[in-house]
């Protein structure tokens, strides 16, 4: 039996392997987790399905320019266009909010008004999904990974494929 | 060469069942090949596209876990399929080509990452197939997938030998319907070959052979009745013609051996009273002599004498003419003969009567025949007096016997150096009462060789002369070897 699971950590260790040989930032794998995050989710209040999707980011932007290559990228056939407005008014129009942790302190605020726009919200800040949000980055150890608040995406009308949730470390449902 | 020709003495039922039953098995085993054919392919593309949708939803589960590169979801997504337990690999590999989780360890079954177009599909006993994993019509990687045909083969085999089962089963069937088919067909045939059969072992020509349906065998047994029946028509008009000589030949036979009887009651009585009268000549005539002779001149004297030896020769007449009766109507008692002591004892009979002169008798020792004894010494004592008697006036006598014989006949030449014959007249030597010579050369009543004639003739023999005149003459009894009664 120790053989076998000696065994098991090792393969498991070395398909693992070509990930953690390209060293990249937590940033820059949560800014494809970001991008991907985009792809799994349906607006179903949107009139069609190629207008442009709005990505917002609100507070201190921790990506640094690692979102920029996604500004422009088609995500679903929608064009990504990102900004980083000042507040979460319904005037940016946006329809994803990436709340950073320097906003923690306004996040029921920002909350609210992210549940009256219907928007999908993305942040890494602790027990964010707890707190209303939609889906919030977690770290277990050197892995990032995400949790999802099912609930709250439901009764905005946002649908989220069920591969994603499959990936989810947690899912409120 | 003998197994060709075999098929050629078989019985009709077994040429029809043979054909019949060659044709279904043989349409039984095309069918059941075409089946399986048929079978294996749809087997295989049934495969194909189970294995293709399987990679499908593979491929669409996994594109979540590709692009959150989450190899342990990956590992969890294709470790479902272990439970078929055909499939010996399955790789996930991302994007850029690197594999990211695989069904079994890669060390054990190899993770191609791309695979040429000619080696997809079925490659010998494996189907391998690549599928591009696909979000948003942008592809995040590909799934390869390789699985044996162990499942394809057991079908296959399985499918055969249930195909062949029922093929069995119906060309079972088939003999038993087959049997009773050919029936329709052989029975008839049979029908008539037994009743042929039967009417040339019978002869029977009112036997019919039972005729069914109104086919060319029904035809040919219909045809086959009216040619019995013509035969039998004409068979019967024989019979009747028949019938009628045997009763003209009967009427013929009985009328020919009154006449007979009556013939021989004739001569028998003839010759019986015949005699009384002769005898009364011949002793009156004696007594005349005897008492008056003193009274007659040497003319009377004379006449008497003459009377006295017609009626001599009148009574050895009657005597030969009983003698001939005799051997045409006494039944034959054949036993082995021997012909050269019955000769010898002739011989010696002749010499004592008159042995005026040498004679030089041959006779060849050991000739047997079979036949009635006495009748055949009637016949050699009348050849051997007839060679005796005119070879009388030569200087020595020589008489010669001699026999030569094949498988069927025996041949006794008797010859003489006596005066011969003419064979002019050779046609009326054996007929009674004719006489080449004069009684003042040589006595004789003309009845002896009509006697032998006779007597071969009853033996089934035959007798034929040969002569010239002063030369001798040979006479040849032909005798046929007849096998021993006793």
Known sequence: MFVWKYLVALILCASLAPVHASVRSEYEIKAVFFYNFTRFVNWTHLPDNESPLRVCVIGDNPFGDLLEPLNGRKSQGRKLEITSPDDVSADHGC??????????????????????QKLLTISDIPNFIDRGGIIGYIKQGNVIRFEINLRVANTLGLTIDSRLLELASRVIR | MIGRWRLRYWPLKAKLLFLTLFTSTLGIILVSASLIVVENQNYRQRLASELHVIAGILAEQSAAALVFEDSNQLTSIISSLRRIGTIRQVCVFDAAGSLMSSLNPPESVDCPSTIEPSQMGFVGDYYQLSVPVTLDNETVGHLYLISHLRALRAHIQTFIVVVFGIGALIQLALVFVAFKLQRVVSQPI?????????????????????????????????????????????????????????????????????????????????????????????????ALEEDCADQLNETGKDYLRRIRAASVRMGSLIDGLLVLSRVTRQPLENQRVNISEMLQEITEELKEISYSLPTDIRIQSGIWVIGDGR???????????????????????????????????ITIAICDNGVGFNMKYVNKLFVAFNRLHTPSEFGGTGIGLATVYRVIRRHSGDISAKSEVGKGASFYIKLPVLTDQH
């Not at chain 2, 059969?197 to 040919?220: H, M, T």
């Not at chain 2, 050699?380 to 070879?391: D, G, R």
């Open chain 2, 375 to 409: 009748m055949l010494r009637i016949a050699f004592q009348n050849l051997l007096e007839n060679a005796w008697k005119y070879s009388s006036k030569e200087a020595q006598r020589v008489i010669d016997v001699s026999a030569t014989s094949d498988s069927r006949f």
């Open chain 1, 95 to 116: 329809h994803v909010l990436f709340v950073s942790v320097s906003e923690a302190r306004n996040l029921s605020g920002i909350v609210d008004a992210a549940h009256e």
């Open chain 2, 190 to 286: 049979l029908a008539l070959s037994g009743t042929a059969e039967r009417i040339a072992q019978e002869q029977d020509y009112s036997i019919r052979a039972p005729v069914s349906g109104n086919d060319e065998l029904g035809r040919l047994g219909t045809t086959f009745n009216e040619m019995i029946g013509t035969i039998e028509q004409q068979n019967r008009r024989i019979l009747e013609s028949r019938a009628g000589l045997e009763l003209i030949v009967e009427d013929r036979t009985s009328q020919l051996s009154l006449a007979n009887k009556e013939l021989e009651a004739f001569s028998y009585s003839v010759s019986h009273d015949l005699r009384q009268p002769l005898r009364a000549i011949d002793g009156f005539g004696q």
